[in-house]
């Protein structure tokens, strides 16, 4: 086990051409071995005063800038620009960032290699050699997002959920399996293995990087960029990446830079130790909502301080993973001893692991206790001892709640969802009269409630009734305090004779193998197992909405009967709509409480001092009662996970199983694209494409297609969770002959923009105040309410632009570039919105859609816009970055109002790509040029 092979370690930009103007270029000998580096001290001493005292992720920045400098996308005036940053903290110089590998998963992959299956067809029309369209860096696909718990509680419901797995994945495998033959640089884990954050921590991840090239060995920090918006988890073994769009991702791939402003580094300081019985999630909870408080979109976060000390990497990787949560580029931890002990038990080489503290120390980025602090934009700070037992919901995870005021909480929240301000005891179900009592529980209202028939069940079922719990993503299940504390949390229930109620649907969804050989040593997985959290998949179920279907009787009564029922997941993922479509309410929480709520059976408990149940002599059991220590989860971790388990599983993880060896791959240097699939179809973006690109043209007399208030999320804007057979994609696939029973997720289908054009802004949550009152994906045309897909068809076919206004934080969540190239398959041209979050905004310039910002103070409501306006854009064909421009809006009475806006196209690479038809018909032209 160990880093890429030297053949995997390819790559067209040449280190060996960095003109060195701040002569940086040095060798370091480590061991037997020596190794080129460009040395931050060295460029120190040359004319970059002060750098030593840079946050350690801009360290790494200034490092891709020396070693790409070039005098055309690297310059030394960029190189210095970053130093001056030690004076300013902040900085509006554009600079371009090359990472050294790519990361996908295959929801977002898919696509992303659907599109370079289709650029290389284009690459054949327009005359050009299709070989050059290859990834550029290497790129590591892990199959991990089209599980779903269909199976559960039982010995076989993995090997059952994983053979559905590939009969109704059969035909992206098949795709996938072409890919991995035909591109080079490109390799794929195969499914049932684990989940790409985590095994991009335990595996991919060398936090030094290396690569051969003219006889010597290239040694730089390990950096990338990954298609999920959580690739940011691996900066907790101080590997710099984030999250981008697929669009961002193909693009660097192929070789060109990430164009981005030199970021503000907001340091993050910890102080003390977590008290005894608090998780590393309820960590997380307290930070990311201190730091949506804070305001930290666009810009990195760095953590500093003692508490570093007292937290494992496993730890820092759980609180590096939701940086999208607390809305920052990325979450970042600094080379330590813990990153060393991490590295050496997680199996990796001896060599590496003396490199990575070589280099760190060399450059100066290795965090030891007495360093000096270093510079940062702003600072906020925590004392870690004062986190307690929390949870996030019920629809965002920076809405963190107290565990003793969760059920207070959920009550409120009730009256929000269901009873509109009134008090939820009073308000009546749609139907249905109650035969059961509330079981012993009356809640935080002090009343029974109403419990309504489960047909053919002996129990009912009622408000805030848990009806999933789930130890799921990557999140938390990479971290062995909170998976070990889970086990420990249900053999301790066991021994007290408590159940998981009826109604509860238990999964378990590790991030990778090894956690199975750890929990399997300690004893505890039976434990889980005799209380429903059987092994259900290897990848993330129901944190995104993979969450399998209810069980149909649930299922009816929660409908029929208007309940809002909850999850409990130790996920990072609660928006709206996400989870289950049947479940409103949704909660994050550490394994130990997923167990515990799985115990208790519903929100409106107060598990923190209510007891979750009896035991055998009738006495009340409390969570205090079955809560393990902080030393017998230690004491169990230290005899239970070793270096071998990691060397073993890793040793032939791209082998795959008897189902991934037994795929038959066809096609040769371009795909056969099959002519009836509803998975993978030949996307249309490069039709009459060109060499020459059309000029850009005005935006006349657009139609509003949506108007949307604050906090869209990229969940509400593209497709995901299950198909509904009335919403047009369902009707799709019934024309084409797929059973309802074979829908699949939207996410299964990213490959088919077919099915994503359709499904594009029909989340069954989204709301669009041009019909107020309606949730679902529907718009107003000519006073009709319509689907928003079919009327977007009739004004495409009208000749009629589209634009849609939107509030702040629009485009909030994962990083999925369907909302972006749904968006303008369906015909928009402009957003414009009071905010945009960073990956979402980049997509949409990267699709060729114009984003536009409202002046502060100013929204479409100030202006009075309902949605039945014509808007036109001028002097589009003449746009600059960041340029105030006019828009004129014309009501339906013939009035008009022409409002001011921002064009948040930031660069002037961005224009460029805009100007080309989007990033991948820049880059296509560019390569066949060559």
Not at 118 to 132: E, F, S
Not at 912 to 924: D, N, Q, S
Request: proline share 5%; hydrophobic share 40%.
């Amino acid at each position: 086990m160990g880093p890429h092979p030297p053949e995997d370690n390819k790559g067209t930009a040449s280190v060996t051409k960095s003109l060195d103007s701040f002569k940086a270029r040095k060798t370091l000998q480590v061991g037997d071995k020596t190794y080129t580096y460009f040395s931050l001290p060295e460029a120190e001493k040359n004319g970059l005063e002060g750098v030593s005292r840079l946050p350690y992720s801009l360290k790494v920045v200034l490092e891709n800038l020396l070693r790409f400098e070039d005098n055309r996308t690297v310059t030394a005036d960029d190189i210095r620009a970053v130093a001056k940053w030690l004076v300013t903290r902040t900085s509006e110089h554009e600079i371009s960032y090359r990472p050294a590998r790519v990361l996908m998963q295959d929801f977002t992959g898919v696509p992303a290699v659907v599109d370079l299956a289709a650029m290389r067809d284009a690459a054949v029309k327009l005359g050009g050699d299709p070989k050059k369209v290859n990834p550029q860096v290497p790129v590591d696909l892990v199959i991990d997002h089209s599980v779903m718990i269909d199976y559960f509680g039982t010995q076989d419901a993995f090997t059952k959920n994983v053979e559905l797995e590939y009969q109704r994945n059969g035909e992206r495998y098949e795709f996938l399996r072409w890919g991995q033959s035909a591109f080079d640089n490109f390799r794929a884990v195969p499914p049932g293995t684990g989940i790409c954050h985590q095994v991009n921590l335990e595996y991919l991840g060398q936090t030094v990087w290396t690569k051969d090239e003219d006889g010597e060995t290239l040694a730089y920090p390990d950096t990338l960029v990954g298609t999920d918006s959580h690739t940011t988890m691996v900066n907790g073994m101080a590997v710099l990446g984030w999250g981008v769009g697929g669009i961002e991702a193909e693009a660097a791939m192929l070789g060109q830079p990430i164009s981005m402003l030199i970021p503000e580094v907001i340091g993050f300081k910890l102080t003390g130790k977590l008290s005894e019985g608090i998780t590393a999630t309820d960590l997380v909870l307290r930070v990311v909502e201190m730091l949506r408080k804070k305001g930290v979109v666009g810009k990195f976060v760095e953590f500093y301080g003692p508490g570093l000390d007292n937290l494992s990497l496993e730890d820092a990787a759980t609180i590096a993973n939701m940086a999208p949560e607390y809305g920052a580029t990325c979450g970042f931890f600094p080379v330590d001893e813990d990153t060393l002990e991490y590295l050496r038990s997680t199996g990796r080489d001896a060599d590496r692991v003396a490199l990575v503290e070589a280099y760190a120390k060399a450059q100066g980025m290795f965090r030891t206790s007495d360093a000096a602090e270093p510079v940062f934009t702003d600072t906020l700070e925590l004392d870690i001892s004062t986190v307690v037992p929390s949870l996030a919901g019920p629809k965002r995870p920076q809405d963190r709640v107290a565990l003793d005021e969760a059920a207070e909480k959920f009550a409120v929240a009730l009256r929000e969802i269901k009873g509109g301000g009134k008090d939820p005891s009073t308000v009546p179900a749609s139907t249905g009269e109650s035969r059961f009592v509330d079981e012993g529980a009356t809640g935080v209202t002090g009343k029974a409630r109403q419990r309504y028939d489960v047909n053919g069940k002996s129990h009912g079922l009622a408000d805030g009734d848990v009806v999933i719990a789930a130890i799921t993503s990557c999140t938390n299940t990479s971290n062995p305090s909170v998976l070990i504390g889970a086990g420990l949390v249900a053999r301790n229930a066991l021994k007290k004779g408590l159940k998981v109620k009826p109604w509860v649907k238990t999964s378990l969804a590790p991030g990778s193998q090894v956690v199975t050989d750890y929990l399997k040593r300690a004893g505890v997985q039976e434990d889980l197992d005799a209380l429903g959290f059987n092994l259900a998949g290897y990848g993330c179920t129901t944190c995104i909405g993979n969450s399998g279907p209810l069980d149909p009787a649930i299922s009816d009564a929660v409908n029929e009967n208007d309940l809002v029922v909850c999850s409990v997941l130790s996920g990072n993922r609660n928006f709206e709509g996400r989870v289950n479509p049947d479940v409103r309410a949704n909660y994050l929480a550490s394994p130990p409480l997923v167990v515990a709520y799985a115990i208790a059976g519903s929100m409106d408990i107060n598990v923190a001092e209510d007891p979750l149940g009896e035991d055998q002599d009738g006495n009340p059991v409390y969570l205090k009662d079955i809560w393990p220590t902080n030393q017998e989860i230690t004491d169990l971790i230290r005899s239970s996970i070793t270096e071998e388990m990691f060397r073993e599983r890793y040793s032939d993880v791209f082998k795959g199983d008897e189902h991934w060896q037994g795929i038959k791959v066809e096609g040769g240097m371009t795909y056969k694209w099959p002519m009836n699939s509803t998975y993978v179809a030949n996307p249309p973006y490069f039709e009459d494409m060109t060499m020459e690109p059309k000029p850009l043209e005005d935006i006349e007399s657009a139609a509003v297609l949506g108007l949307f208030l604050d906090s869209i999320t990229t969940d509400h804007i593209s497709p995901a969770g299950s198909i509904k057979a009335e919403a047009p994609a369902g009707v799709y696939l019934l024309e084409h002959q797929v059973a309802k029973k074979d829908f699949n997720s939207y996410g299964a289908r990213r490959g088919n923009h077919h099915v994503m054009m359709r499904g594009t802004f029909a989340n069954i949550r989204i709301k669009n105040q041009m019909v107020p009152g309606v949730e679902g994906g529907v718009t107003m045309k000519d006073g009709e309410q319509k689907w928003i897909y079919d009327a977007a068809m009739d004004y495409k076919e009208a000749g009629t632009p589209l634009v849609i206004f939107a509030g702040k934080e629009y485009g909030t969540g994962s990083s999925r570039d369907w909302a972006a190239k749904g968006t303008r398959l369906l015909g928009v041209r402009a957003v414009i919105a009071q905010s945009f979050e960073r990956i979402h905004r980049s997509n949409l310039v990267g699709m060729g859609v114009l984003p536009f910002t409202f002046k502060d103070g100013e929204s479409w409501q100030s202006h009075g816009i309902t949605g039945t306006e014509k808007v036109t854009i001028k002097g589009v064909a003449d746009l600059k970055p960041r340029q105030m421009v006019d828009i004129l809006v014309e009501f339906a009475d013939g009035t008009t109002k022409t409002i001011e806006v921002l064009c948040r196209i930031d660069t002037v690479d961005e224009l460029e790509y805009v100007r080309a038809g989007g990033i991948l018909h820049y880059v296509l032209r560019n390569l066949v040029a060559s």
